[in-house]
């Protein structure tokens, strides 16, 4: 037995390298653009990953100005502040954020059909 050499392996963490790159300096904040079907042709578009500096209520009432259309900010308890705005937006909201300066264009994601 003593001419054996036995290693006993070490704690090993699979998901070590990809925890290290979401903490790492270089993450970005993205800003989700969802639509959700609602009942029949209706359908809702949420806004979420806005800094939290930003007066969430006057960035709404610019997008219902501009692309006449009714929405609201709802307070969700895993995700913060969610603007929800009625129709498919995704399209305007992007196109909206990056002119204002509010985010660049990478980091918008756009979820949904």
Not at 8 to 34: C, L, M, Q, W
């Amino acid at each position: 037995m003593s001419d054996l050499d036995i290693q006993i392996p070490g704690t090993y963490d699979p998901f070590a390298e990809a925890n290290a790159e979401d903490r790492g300096a270089g993450s970005k904040d993205y800003v989700h653009v969802r639509v959700q079907q609602r009942n029949g042709r209706k359908s809702l578009t949420t806004v979420q990953g806005l800094k939290k500096d930003f007066n969430y209520n006057k960035i709404l009432k610019d997008f219902k100005k501009e692309f006449c259309c009714n929405g609201t900010v709802v307070e969700d308890p895993e995700l913060g502040q969610v603007i929800q705005l009625q129709g498919d937006q995704r399209k305007n909201v992007s196109q909206f954020l990056v002119q204002a300066g509010v985010v660049k264009k990478d980091q918008i994601k756009l979820h949904g059909f």
